[in-house]
């Protein structure tokens, strides 16, 4: 019959995993996120607009995002090539890639930053307004089309319920918002 050995094993307490400093796990995870990129990591890519296409040149595999929110899944590879060849889907807001890694190697952060402060609710304030309505003006025409549903969605959701900014963004988007006012 053989014999077995049982060897210590060290045990974590529970409650000390508990104890272990928020800013340790963040780092750990950073650490994690920051791995270069390889060509056949498949990297998520959302549509900001709708009805946008995409064939790849090399492999002729073609991507479509036929709404707001699809997302199809893309080899960073694909990107990079869609990237030297046209800049447009991403600097244009059509489309973007969910990891922040790609966006930082573009150099599209500020752009993705612009995009993430329009579509915040908390934004559309009496304060904020001058600075929403110059944001709005700066963006692709194809993005407008969706920012304005956006700010209709978040009237119509009482997100948004200052007359004052509703009036601004009226006058300054050329659409009426205040019918959808509770």
């Not at 296409?53 to 991507?63: G, V």
């Not at 060849?85 to 150099?107: A, E, H, S, T």
């Amino acid at each position: 019959m053989a014999r077995t050995t049982i060897k210590s094993i060290d045990v974590v307490n529970v409650d000390e995993t508990k104890e272990m400093n928020e800013e340790t796990i963040q780092d750990v995870k950073k650490s994690i996120k920051e791995e270069p990129l390889k060509d056949s990591d498949e990297i998520e890519v959302i549509s900001l607009v709708s009805n946008v296409s995409y064939k790849d040149s090399k492999t002729l595999d073609i991507y479509e995002w036929r709404e707001i929110g699809h997302v199809e899944y893309m080899t960073f590879d694909t990107l990079k090539n869609m990237w030297r060849n046209n800049k447009g889907y991403f600097k244009n807001l059509w489309l973007k890639p969910k990891d922040n890694r790609v966006i930082k190697q573009f150099g599209l952060i500020k752009t993705f930053e612009n995009y993430e402060y329009l579509m915040d609710g908390s934004n559309y304030t009496k304060k904020n307004i001058d600075a929403i309505c110059d944001a709005i003006k700066l963006t692709p025409n194809g993005l407008k089309i969706a920012i304005c549903d956006k700010v209709k969605s978040l009237v119509v959701n009482s997100e948004v319920t200052d007359v004052y900014v509703i009036r601004e963004l009226e006058k300054r988007l050329h659409i009426n918002l205040i019918d959808f006012l509770d």
